[in-house]
C-alpha cells in the first residue's frame, strides 16, 4: 500500500528534476544572449567606425541595438560580467540540487547543504529569474527565466512546508533505508559490549558481595531470622550480644541543640568587687568545744 511517506518522495524528486531543467535552461540562454550582446557590440564599433552612426543616434540610444548592453561607458564590461555570474550561480544551484559535493555545501556554504531546506534555494532561483526578466530578451530566454522564477516560488513553498526535512524526505538514500523506527536499531560495537559485560560483571559482584555482608551480619544478630525466633533488639540483650560478637556500643555525648540558648556565666566569687564589710579586718573565730557528760 501507497503511504504519503511515498507521494512525498516522488513529489519532490520531481520538482527536483523541473528545477535542474530550468537551471540548465537558464544557463544555456544565459549563453547564448551573452553571444549575440558580443556580437551586437562588434556590429556597433563596426557601424561607428564606418560613419554609419552619428553622435546624434549615440546620445539617443541607449541600449546597442539588438542586446542588453547599455551605451554607456562600461557597458560592455558589467553586461558580460552579469551573465557570467548568473552562469557561475547556476552551475551552484545546479551542484546543489543534484547533492554533490555535500562536504563542501555543509562546510562552506550551509544554506545549499542537507541541514538546511529548500527556502533558500528557492530564493535564489526567484532572484535570478527576476534579474534575467528585468531585460529585453529574446522568447527563449524570456521562457526560461520564468520556468526558473515558478520553479523558485514553488521552492520557497516547500520550504516553509516541510523547514529542514524537505532534503532529508527526497534523498533516495533515506529512502532505501526505510523510515525510522521510534527505538534505536542499532547494534553496539564489540568494545562497547565488552566495556558492558565487563561493567555489569562488576556491579553484580560488589552487589552481591554487599549483599552477602548483610545478610551474615542480620543472622548473626538475630535480625533476619524468622517469625518463630525473634532477634535481640536494642535492648540489653542486644548490647550483651553485641559485646561478645567484639563490638562496643558507646553513649553519645550529651549536647544541646543548635537552637537553645546558651547559660549565662555568674562571675565567681575571686572575681567579684571587693564589698565594704568584706575590706574591714574580721575578728578570729573563737573555738568552741563541747564535752559531754562522761568526759574526766
Not at 59 to 85: H, K, M
Request: hydrophobic share 45%; aromatic share 10%; with cysteine.
Amino acid at each position: 500500500m501507497t503511504t504519503i511517506r511515498t507521494y512525498i518522495f516522488f513529489a519532490l524528486n520531481a520538482v527536483r528534476v523541473l528545477s535542474i531543467v530550468s537551471l540548465l535552461l537558464v544557463f544555456a540562454s544565459s549563453i547564448l544572449v551573452m553571444v549575440k550582446d558580443i556580437e551586437a557590440v562588434n556590429d556597433f564599433d563596426a557601424a561607428k567606425q564606418s560613419g554609419n552612426i552619428t553622435s546624434v543616434d549615440l546620445v539617443n540610444c541607449d541600449y546597442i541595438e539588438n542586446s542588453t548592453v547599455p551605451n554607456q561607458i562600461g557597458g560592455v564590461f558589467w553586461a558580460v560580467i552579469n551573465r557570467l555570474l548568473i552562469i557561475f550561480q547556476v552551475i551552484i544551484l545546479i551542484l546543489s540540487e543534484v547533492g554533490w559535493p555535500a562536504a563542501f555545501f555543509d562546510r562552506f556554504f550551509p544554506v545549499l547543504g542537507t541541514q538546511f531546506g529548500l527556502g533558500a534555494l528557492g530564493i535564489f532561483q526567484g532572484l535570478i529569474g527576476a534579474a534575467v526578466l528585468s531585460q529585453h530578451v529574446d522568447d527563449f530566454t524570456l521562457v526560461a527565466a520564468f520556468f526558473l522564477f515558478v520553479l523558485g516560488c514553488l521552492n520557497m513553498l516547500l520550504g516553509l512546508i516541510f523547514r529542514e526535512s524537505a532534503k532529508e524526505r527526497r534523498s533516495i538514500t533515506s529512502w532505501r533505508a526505510g523510515p525510522q523506527d521510534v527505538l534505536p536499531s542499532h547494534l553496539p560495537s564489540a568494545a562497547n559490549l565488552n566495556r558492558t559485560a565487563s561493567s555489569t560483571s562488576a556491579q553484580s559482584y560488589t552487589s552481591s558481595t554487599v549483599y552477602e555482608e548483610k545478610g551474615r551480619d542480620l543472622a548473626e544478630f538475630g535480625a533476619g531470622r524468622g517469625a518463630s525466633r525473634a532477634g535481640y533488639g536494642f535492648g540489653r540483650q542486644g548490647e550483651k550480644a553485641a559485646g561478645m560478637k567484639g563490638f562496643l556500643i558507646s553513649k553519645p555525648l550529651e549536647t544541646l541543640p543548635r537552637y537553645a540558648a546558651r547559660p549565662t556565666s555568674t562571675p565567681s566569687v575571686s572575681s567579684r568587687p571587693p564589698s565594704v564589710s568584706s575590706r574591714s579586718p574580721s575578728p578570729a573565730p573563737q573555738p568552741q568545744f563541747h564535752s559531754s557528760n562522761t568526759a574526766i
